[in-house]
T-cell receptor, first 114, second 114 residues
Framework: DVKVTQSSRYLVKRTGEKVFLECVQD?????MFWYRQDPGLGLRLIYF???????EKGDIPEGYSVSREKKERFSLILESASTNQTSMYLC?????????????FGDGTRLSIL | AQSVTQLDSHVSVSEGTPVLLRCNYS??????LFWYVQHPNKGLQLLLK??????LVKGINGFEAEFKKSETSFHLTKPSAHMSDAAEYFC????????????FGQGTTLQVKP
């Protein structure tokens, strides 16, 4: 069965810290995505990656970076965490070849920045 | 450009009564369309998808949706609501870039009353 695993369900960090959110998929998908989800704003795409070491900015990349060193792993990095980055973060993956493929989601990481 | 509008931010039904969650889309080509469900503090789970085959699509847990091109709609229905259906529902359209990116509606919260 399809599996996207996010390393932490809940995370509390302090302002200014460097924060790493990890995501692993076991489906050999080319595409991986990071979203943040906030009440009233829906899901907003932060970054996505379509291959190892390849990345593209989404709608709200400011304050974030990503790393994809292996096909199965996609990391989201908050370089210097700020309180306005408190949110639910969702990772997803899908096949690149066909545009009609659904994305498969992890359970999310609820991040609080104090 | 593609867009998705979920016409109701909140829908309340009684257990055992029909469910209707409304979605309109805008697309410059023939898109793929999806409905996802999200239970509290969980990731998004795919309910069903439309990919230009049959216009009436059956999904999991008794849900179905009908693609109506003339109305640019993709409404989600279920004949009889169950308490476990209480969740947030997202209507989603594929991005025209053919990269596997998706465009999400703002979500509809379904409340099921006993």
């Amino acid at each position: 069965d399809v599996k996207v695993t996010q390393s932490s369900r809940y995370l509390v960090k302090r302002t200014g810290e460097k924060v790493f959110l990890e995501c692993v998929q076991d489906m050999d998908h080319e595409n991986m995505f990071w979203y943040r989800q906030d009440p009233g704003l829906g899901l907003r795409l932060i970054y996505f990656s379509y291959d190892v070491k390849m990345k593209e900015k989404g709608d709200i990349p400011e304050g974030y970076s990503v790393s994809r060193e292996k096909k199965e792993r996609f990391s989201l990095i908050l370089e210097s965490a700020s309180t306005n980055q408190t949110s639910m973060y969702l990772c997803a993956s899908n096949l690149r070849v066909y545009s009609n493929q659904p994305q498969h989601f992890g359970d999310g990481t609820r991040l609080s920045i104090l | 450009a593609q867009s998705v509008t979920q016409l109701d931010s909140h829908v309340s039904v009684s257990e055992g009564t029909p469910v209707l969650l409304r979605c309109n889309y805008s697309s410059s080509y023939s898109p793929s369309l999806f409905w996802y469900v999200q239970h509290p503090n969980k990731g998004l789970q795919l309910l069903l998808k439309y990919t230009s085959a049959a216009t009436l699509v059956k999904g999991i847990n008794g849900f179905e949706a009908e693609f109506k091109k003339s109305e640019t709609s993709f409404h989600l229905t279920k004949p009889s609501a169950h308490m476990s259906d209480a969740a947030e529902y997202f209507c989603v359209v594929s991005d025209a870039s053919n990269t596997g990116k998706l465009i999400f509606g703002q979500g509809t919260t379904l409340q099921v009353k006993p």
